[in-house]
């Protein structure tokens, strides 16, 4: 029999810079949602309470991203019910997929808030049971706060279901498993006026037995299930509020008059019509969700003006499939590689732990908080730490990689400096050129505007750009990245391809598995051509490109506009 003490370790680390309660944050749950079975139910109780001092010190964007990392896996009741008591975005990227069994959805769902369940209202996968209980909380999550009746003239008292506190640790089980059989049933109180327990039971089963009739009816017309077209209006605000043909859900209230901040939405070329007034075709829409809307689309529009005055009213357009020849992305897999992104996700999170571990040791060796250590031992820990910083950046980018292909990565869209952003990267990779007798220059042209994007996807596109052609470059090789207005309009970030690459075409600079070298320590793990998949990827989801030319790698990405940079090029 083998005791498990990496929870007893994680705990014991101290954790007094910001950085290091991230980490320490992540480990938890990690380790938490891992079902280990030799793990002690009381140390399960302490690693919760840590998490909740920890998580007001972890930023949101932070908890979000660990929170949505959990979706398709079975995770315990008590690490999903502290989750869920988060702020609103952290709750609803966790429950939108998480995965439990029926018995402890029902020990669950009493501890979620309404916001909680009302995520979970909108999934087809938790059984009848499950939506059976959510239905019986309905009427309480839908009643106004500190009323006791629903919303609506003269309805009756609603069941009532206390709504939840905010989960803490004294709310959770001990243990991290939750028997099927203590799970406790969802109470409901007796109405004070009209029917008892008794008939709303059977008002219950009467629903069940429609539904599993309804279900169990033969399929007639087929073909409508899946539509291949659908008409729309929108305003002359160009939110769509009116749609015929799909569900009309997941669509009413999306815009055609600004670009998807991530995967979900219109691309550039319906805005671009939007702001000059005029008819596009064949613009790409996806839409996300688990109706028959869902997926990808091609849609056209015209716009339309009043008779009487010629003001613009808005447009009026069709949607249909795409064509398989007009699919960007061929279905080869994981960039090629013929990977299961949710396959390679759940393998990112099981190399997580370990590699984190390692390198939480290393720096407790190199800082001697364990006591005094030798020179040479302090030099080996620190070459461990550093070792094991570029498996985890290795990591999180298949982590990255993982999320684009299965869009599920949640890109927040704020001004940024890409100036700034490329002197620090610039920063941290030029000592590694000169040790190798290479030059790294990096070049920002003045008075630059800002960029609207995600900052973390913004950095990882610069600096695995800049990293991989910088730790390709040749003794006496100068290696420049050069920051400016490009003449078509946004900004242009062009980086000289490194003599290796010297007539080397596209596509095979684009093959995932090339990797020309990879013992420089800023080289990609992964290879090069994964490297150079992932940033173009990247810059569509910030409506840029990334084009390879002869000498240089040139990342396109547009600028928030302002008047001081009208007309301006480089």
Do not use: K
């Amino acid at each position: 029999m083998r005791f498990d003490d990496m929870l007893a370790t994680v705990l014991a680390r101290p954790a007094e810079r910001p950085v290091d309660r991230v980490a320490q944050w992540r480990q938890l749950l990690d380790l938490l949602a891992q079902h280990r079975p030799g793990s002690d139910p009381s140390l399960a109780r302490e690693a919760l309470a840590r998490l909740q001092d920890l998580r007001r010190d972890v930023p949101v964007t932070i908890r979000r991203e660990t929170a949505s990392a959990f979706a398709g896996r079975p995770v315990p009741a008590p690490l999903v019910v502290f989750l869920a008591a988060d702020v609103p975005v952290v709750t609803s990227a966790m429950l939108g997929h998480v995965r439990l069994s029926e018995a402890d959805w029902l020990a669950v769902l009493p501890r979620l808030s309404p916001t909680g369940r009302g995520v979970l209202r909108h999934r087809r996968d938790l059984g009848f049971r499950v939506e059976r209980a959510l239905a019986s909380f309905g009427r309480t999550d839908l009643a106004l706060q500190g009323e006791g009746r629903a919303v609506g003239a003269g309805a009756a008292e609603p069941i009532v279901v206390p709504d939840p506190e905010p989960a803490s640790v004294e709310d959770v089980p001990a243990t991290i498993e939750t028997p099927v059989e203590q799970a406790p049933p969802i109470s409901v109180q007796a109405l004070e006026h009209g029917a008892g327990e008794g008939q709303i039971r059977a008002i219950i089963d009467r629903i069940a037995g429609f539904r599993q009739r309804r279900d169990e009816a033969p399929v007639v017309g087929d073909a409508e299930d899946h539509p291949d077209s659908f008409r729309f209006e929108t305003g002359s605000d160009g939110v769509i509020r009116w749609v015929e043909g799909i569900a009309r859900g997941p669509l009413i209230g999306e815009t055609i008059a600004t670009p998807a901040s991530g995967p979900v939405g219109v691309d550039a070329q319906a805005p671009g019509a939007f702001r000059r007034r005029a008819p596009f075709r064949d613009a790409r829409l996806i839409v996300a969700g688990g109706s028959d809307a869902a997926g990808e689309w091609r849609i056209a529009g015209v716009p339309i003006f009043a008779a009487d005055t010629g003001r613009f009213q808005g447009y009026r357009g069709t949607g249909r499939r795409p064509r398989s020849d007009e699919r960007a992305e061929p279905s080869l897999g994981l960039y090629g590689f013929g990977l299961d992104p949710d396959s390679l996700r759940q393998l990112v999170h099981e190399l997580r732990t370990p590699l984190n571990a390692i390198g939480g040791f290393a720096e407790m060796i190199r800082r001697q908080m364990r006591g005094p250590v030798s020179t040479a031992y302090r030099d080996r820990a620190q070459a461990i730490a550093e070792q094991a910083g570029r498996l985890l950046a290795a990591v999180d980018d298949l982590d990255v990689a993982a999320r684009l292909e299965t869009q599920r990565l949640d890109l927040q869209r704020v001004e940024v400096d890409l100036g700034a952003m490329l002197g620090s990267i610039c920063g941290n990779h030029a000592d590694n050129a000169r040790g190798r007798g290479a030059d790294l220059q990096c070049v920002a042209a003045p008075g630059l505007p800002p960029v609207q994007g995600d900052p973390a996807a913004l950095r990882r596109m610069l600096g695995r750009l800049v990293a991989g052609a910088s730790a390709l470059a040749g003794e006496g090789e100068t290696i420049r990245a050069d920051l400016r207005l490009a003449p078509e309009g946004g900004l242009a970030l062009a980086v000289d391809r490194p003599a290796r690459l010297a007539g080397m075409a596209e596509a095979a600079l684009l093959d995932p598995g090339f990797g020309p070298d990879g013992d420089a320590p800023d080289a990609p793990l992964l290879g090069l051509g994964f490297s150079l998949h992932l940033v173009r990827r990247l810059a569509a989801t910030a409506g840029g490109t990334l084009a390879i030319e002869a000498d240089r790698f040139l990342l396109r990405l547009p600028a928030v506009a302002s008047t001081g940079h009208a007309g301006a090029g480089g």
